[in-house]
């Protein structure tokens, strides 16, 4: 009665999406320490826990801060 759908094999291997570092992986995550950079002069400012650096200006040329 009835048959199944294929052999079982089916995709993924239940090992979940992607495969990155994720929020505590390495140096370039999004934690506490670091610094803020600005991709347009180069200037570093230290990040502020709970304010993403793109949320702050450059003091120096004014354009949006990235992730060091």
């Known amino acids: ?3 199944g759908r294929g052999s079982g094999s089916g995709q993924g291997g ?3 999406r992607g495969g990155g570092a994720g929020r505590k992986g390495g140096p370039k995550a999004g934690g506490p ?6 991709p ?11 304010k993403p ?6 003091p120096k040329c004014a354009a949006q801060m ?3």
């Open 1 to 3: 009665m009835g048959q």
């Open 14 to 16: 239940g090992r979940g």
């Open 40 to 50: 347009g002069c180069g200037h570093k400012v230290k990040h502020v826990a709970g």
């Open 66 to 68: 990235i992730r060091e």
């Open 33 to 38: 320490d670091g610094f803020c950079v600005c």
């Open 53 to 58: 650096c793109y949320e702050q200006k450059c």
